[in-house]
T-cell receptor, first 111, second 115 residues
Framework: GDSVTQMEGPVTLSEEAFLTINCTYT??????LFWYVQYPGEGLQLLLK?????DKGSNKGFEATYRKETTSFHLEKGSVQVSDSAVYFC??????????FGSGTQLTVLP | GAVVSQHPSWVICKSGTSVKIECRSL??????MFWYRQFPKQSLMLMAT?????????EQGVEKDKFLINHASLTLSTLTVTSAHPEDSSFYIC???????????FGPGTRLLVL
């Protein structure tokens, strides 16, 4: 069945460091891919998305590119801030358009 | 745009009572709403999918008689946890999607504690 595997955390970085959170998926067909962010005590917010191969989603300095050949959608940011500390979820939506989530990656950015 | 609200944000109840959680799409019509459950430091697990005006579709292992879902309008879905027990304590999150849309917009979540 459909699944999402993402890098286990927690990840701790210093402010202005480069961030990569790996995400790979298995799916039949060509799903839409998403990154959601969850701040402490809150629900999920859509961070970015890509709906077809080679699309790049971007928002707030974060980027992820839909790579069909490697079935990946890695999240990157060139310079993280303390305010980026949160849990990040990779997700896919297949033909049924239900979301399948990865396990989440806790990011802590230290000043 | 695309704001989803949940009410209440926190609820504490006694074992055996029922609790209703509301999920509203504030600025769009949500033909489909989803209910998730999240345990501490874990991912979201889909409980059920509801389409406006029809019965909800429950995921395997989710008791439909315990978790009653009603999606009576295009902007409101409710989840009622009936005869709640301590093991039902969790973070419940809803999401909503427009007709034909691919993106789910999430509510802020409701934390339930059953004593």
């Amino acid at each position: 069945g459909d699944s999402v595997t993402q890098m286990e955390g927690p990840v701790t970085l210093s402010e202005e460091a480069f961030l990569t959170i790996n995400c790979t998926y298995t799916a039949t067909g060509y799903p839409s891919l998403f990154w959601y962010v969850q701040y402490p005590g809150e629900g999920l917010q859509l961070l970015l998305k890509a709906t077809k191969a080679d699309d790049k989603g971007s928002n707030k300095g974060f980027e992820a590119t839909y790579r069909k050949e490697t079935t990946s959608f890695h999240l990157e940011k060139g310079s993280v801030q303390v305010s980026d500390s949160a849990v990040y979820f990779c997700a896919q939506a297949g033909s049924a358009r239900q979301l399948t989530f990865g396990s989440g990656t806790q990011l802590t950015v230290l000043p | 745009g695309a704001v989803v609200s949940q009410h209440p944000s926190w609820v504490i109840c006694k074992s055996g009572t029922s609790v209703k959680i509301e999920c509203r799409s504030l600025d769009f019509q949500a033909t489909t709403m989803f209910w998730y459950r999240q345990f501490p430091k874990q991912s979201l697990m889909l409980m059920a999918t509801s389409n406006e005006g029809s019965k909800a579709t429950y995921e395997q292992g989710v008791e439909k008689d315990k978790f009653l879902i009603n999606h009576a309008s295009l902007t409101l879905s409710t989840l009622t946890v009936t005869s709640a027990h301590p093991e039902d304590s969790s973070f419940y999150i809803c999401s909503a999607r427009e007709q034909g849309g691919k993106t789910q917009y999430f509510g802020p979540g409701t934390r339930l504690l059953v004593l």
